[in-house]
């Protein structure tokens, strides 16, 4: 089965786990554990274009800014409870915080 | 010269160079067996494959090459010596004929068998084994560009054409720039090389567009706008812009030809290409053959014995190339449908291949439509994405609590309404000056982006139609509330 992994669901995954009430979160950083993730596991596809960086700010137009190089999410604790459906699944998330504390 | 009979275009004018040098190769000749299109199971008329595909891109390349020599001429050459222009129309007459040459078998339903397009960008980089086309690359890739099969045809040209390229006098890094979409960046002499690269990749209209717009509307059978090709291309031009770039334009009068093509492409990605029987049976396609692969490849190495990892063995850049072992002394080469349906024949106990090979599907779609889902949730939001991890879950504990029917018994499929075009990158002349189309007419938000939304398959328990729409009835009713519940904020 291929588990495909997007940018919306990587970005709700910093939110989620942020306790601040704001976070930036470079484009890199995105890329960079996407690529990360798709070294663990070979079944792991992942898009992270513009378009799917996008797709998050459409679903909470109010909260979020996209500049050039970062995204900025607002307001954080107004859409906590809203993150968790462009959350990914567990498994994912487990493999997410390893590569993130490493 | 050759002439080529096509049904769509009349006679196709080939040159023997590209005769002898590309279409004339077994990898070229595999198209003939690669289906153009994934909708076979609602259309059944559609049986046109990537090589006719690829002759009519080729032929429309041609009608696009002989206006914008007439186009050059009357202005200086766009700045570049004859020498130059002819390299470039060259290039991207070969780039017409080579953009779909490592297609996956049965269109687009394999190609994410190609593996993760990470890899698939380092072994192009290092094919090309330049800096600033690895950076142009890199840029690309923000746009989600290129495709699994893009990628792959680059790779199979570099490997395969090369040297055949090259004797034509072609430019190889050009020719897999055009089939790959990686556009010149902040390089001033390159813009005509961008606008061509434009005319076979485009976020516009391009060769390749043009020819699946035209034909898969006259193999398919549907009945939407018509599209007079050549009224588009005689009002087809490379001007400069108000930034002073040189840009692909349309004259105004062409507006009608335009909206044609938008009406196919919204047709296409509504009606045909994520029809809910074309998702489910895709769907089936990807199982049976993934059993297929497992049942052949008897690997111990599979991880988790992953289907995906199995079939990748076989839907693979270089088992286009080279041959591919299987058990009992099978060895599969030039990759095409054939294959993979001898495969999923041959391997005992596939019962997707049994469904999808008789069409006796075992699941019944909740919902048939995008329309028909709003319909039974009218407040979920409309003209955006529908995308939430927990549709999935949420809907199939729901389906299930009763204990009428377990997990396994559903099955939910994801499906994207790929966005029109990307139309803020339109120009058209206006009054002798090159404006933007949005300029002119602004267009609707949800035209502009990608929508995601779902099909819920549920297993029938009784052939009878009747039963089959009073259960779809009930099991839509029960779910209203959850539905609801996932969407709102």
Known sequence: MIIELDASEIIAFYVDKTNQDQIDIKFDRIRAIAKQMERSNPTILTSCDMMSISDF???????????????????????????????????????????DEY | MKRILDTVHGYIMVDEKFMDHIIDTPLFQRLRRIEQTSIRCVFPSARHDRFIHSLGVFHIGGLIVNQLRIDALSNNNWNKTEAVLETIYGSYLSACLLHDIAHAPFSHTFEKYY????????????????????????????????????????????????????????????????????????????????????LL?????????????????????????TIDLRRLISSLHIKKNKENIFVVCFESNSLNEIESILNVKDFQTKYALNHHVVVYDNY????????????????????????????????????????????NNLKISLLSDDDLIFLMKQSSGNTFYKQWCSRKYVHFALWKSIDEF?????????????????????????????????????????????????????????????????????IENSKSKDIVFYYVYVKKKDKDRKTIRSERKRIVESLKGTVADLYSK
């Open chain 2, 201 to 225: 990749h485009g976020e516009i209209f391009d060769a390749d567009r043009l020819d699946y717009a035209c034909r898969d509307v006259w193999a398919s059978g549907y009945s939407t706008s």
């Open chain 2, 284 to 327: 089936l396609l990807q199982q049976a053959a993934e059993f297929a692969a497992l049942y052949y490849l008897d690997d111990n190495n599979i991880q988790e014995n992953s289907g995906y990892l199995a079939l990748n063995k076989i839907v693979n850049i270089n088992n286009l190339i080279d041959e591919v072992p299987l058990n």
């Open chain 1, 57 to 99: 700010q459409s679903n909470f137009t109010n909260n979020v800014i996209i500049t050039e190089n970062h995204v900025c999410i607002k307001g954080i604790n107004s859409i906590r409870k809203s993150i968790s459906c462009y959350l990914p699944s567990d498994s994912i998330i487990k493999k997410l915080n390893e590569l």
């Open chain 2, 115 to 198: 593996g993760q397009k990470n890899n698939l960008a380092v072994e192009l980089k290092k094919l090309v084994a330049n800096d600033v086309f690895s950076n142009d690359l890199e840029s690309t890739i923000e746009n989600n560009e290129p495709n699994f099969h893009e990628y792959a045809s680059a790779i199979v040209v570099y490997k395969k054409y090369r040297d055949d390229l090259r004797i034509l006098g072609y430019d190889v890094e050009l020719v897999i720039r055009m089939i790959t979409g990686i556009y010149y960046r902040d390089d001033v002499n390159n813009q005509i090389h961008n606008c061509f690269i434009s």
């Open chain 2, 374 to 442: 709003y319909y039974y949730f009218p407040n979920t939001p409309k003209g955006v994405s529908l995308k939430n991890s927990n549709f999935e879950k949420v809907v199939k504990n729901k389906i299930c609590e009763n204990g009428d029917y377990e997990y396994d018994d559903i099955q939910v499929n994801e499906v994207t309404f790929k966005c029109r075009i990307k139309l803020d990158s339109l120009y058209l002349v206006v009054a002798n000056e090159v404006s933007k189309y949005t300029d002119i007419k602004p």
